[in-house]
Structure formats: C-alpha cells, structure tokens
C-alpha cells in the first residue's frame, strides 16, 4: 500500500511556490518527508502526527488532514538548493516502519 | 551528520555469487534498516531490525537476509545474487520503538550493487 504522491515533477523558478502532496488509501499513525539530491542519501525533513503535532525543518511546512490520510508539503519562495526528489514515507503500524511514495521531483531554476 | 556508514560503497558481482553488505552506526540507535532504491520505485524496506538479534521482513525480503550481532552493525546478504538485485542499497538507522512515532530515520551514503 505505496502511498501516492503528486505531481510526478514540478519545475519552478527561483522564489516560486510549490505543493507536493502524499495521499494514502489506509489510515496513518503519521507521516515523514525526505528530500534527496542526485547521488546523495535522502535527508530527513519533517513528521506529521496525529493529533497535529509536527517536528522538523523550520523552513519547510506541512499539513496533515487524518479524515483524508493526505498530507501536504509547501515550498514558498522556493530557492536552488530546494532541488531535488521529495518522498513522503507513511507509518501504518505505529512500529517505527515507514512506506515510502514514488516520489516527486523538483527542479528550481534561477 | 548521523554517524552511518556503509561498506563497500561500490560492489560489482556475477548471477549466483553471495555478496554482503555492511552498515555501521556510532549513534547506538535501536532500530536499523536497509531500502533499495531502483528507478520508478522510490525507497523500499527489505528487512529492519528493533534490537541485537531482533529483525524483520519489509516488503520485498525475498532473497535477502539480515543480521545484527551488535548495536552497531547490521549485515544484509544476498545468498545468490541476481541480476534483479542490481541497486543502490541504503541503510538507515532511528531511535525508534514502539508507538513512538516521531522518529526520523537518517540515511547512510548508500552502496551501488551491480550484478552482472
């Protein structure tokens, strides 16, 4: 049950705005989002729990809708480095297991 | 940085060889994993462990075993490898447990596994 993410690719220009969404057909204990640049391992950016609580980069925000199990990640004044591919991993157990989308990657050209 | 580390980084093998990779953490967290990454697919778990000892399947372990003798290392093998085993090979490590869930995982450098 592989969450699925849209879009598939965003490009953008510098100091644009984006939103990468993560959509699961099962209910959520929460949700995590990862960046990753070509050849280099994902990075961690942010958990959304149940209940509201989030944790994570002070630069990027997200929301979490539990009735939908969607979440959404929002890129303002989008910058160079945020370039790359955007995962979302979902834990269904409550097990410190995550399963991760397709992904969705972001060009930001200047 | 999180301290991962993986070994080799870069591993090129033949159908039928057994092949071993090692993941190494110096952060003494409980859990461990290793992914596959292949194209199209995004990040997939193939086995994680809670606990010296302690493991389990994700969801593509077939043909994939794992081991952790120690905290800080967790071994994947592959028994026979096959050309459908050919990817780049993550390990990740959290200070997870159970129902905790405000975890994150940090990633190792990856290992790139070519199986010709």
């Known amino acids: 049950q592989q969450p699925v993410q849209s879009p598939q690719a965003v490009i953008l220009r510098e100091g644009e705005d984006a939103v990468i969404n993560c959509s699961s057909s099962?209910?959520?204990?929460?949700v995590h989002w990862y960046r990753q640049k070509h050849g280099e391992a994902p990075i961690f950016l942010m958990i959304?729990?149940?209940?509201?609580e989030q944790k994570g980069h002070d630069k990027i925000s997200a929301s979490f809708n539990e009735k939908k199990q969607q979440s959404s990640l929002y890129l303002t004044a989008s910058q160079l480095s945020y370039s790359g591919t955007y995962f979302c991993?979902?834990?269904?157990?409550?097990?410190?297991?995550?399963?991760f989308g397709k992904g969705t990657m972001l060009l930001v050209s200047p | 940085d999180a301290g991962i580390t993986q070994s080799p980084r870069h591993k090129v093998t033949e159908t039928g060889t057994p092949v071993t990779l090692r993941c190494h953490q110096t952060?003494?967290?409980?859990?461990m994993y290793w992914y596959r990454q292949d194209p199209g697919h995004g990040l997939r778990l193939i086995h994680y462990?809670?606990?010296?000892?302690?493991?389990d399947k994700g969801e593509v372990s077939d043909g994939y075993s794992v081991s952790r003798s120690k905290t800080e290392d967790f071994l994947l093998t592959l028994e026979s490898a096959t050309s459908s085993q050919t990817s780049v090979y993550f390990c990740?490590?959290?200070?997870?447990?159970?129902?905790?869930?405000?975890?994150?995982?940090?990633f190792g450098p990856g290992t790139r596994l070519t199986v010709t």
């Open positions: 990740a490590i959290s200070e997870g447990g159970s129902g905790r869930m405000d975890y994150e995982q940090y």
């Open positions: 099962k209910a959520l204990y929460s």
């Open positions: 959304l729990l149940k209940g509201g």
């Open positions: 991993g979902t834990d269904y157990s409550g097990y410190s297991t995550l399963t």
């Open positions: 952060e003494n967290h409980r859990y």
């Open positions: 462990s809670y606990g010296v000892k302690d493991t």
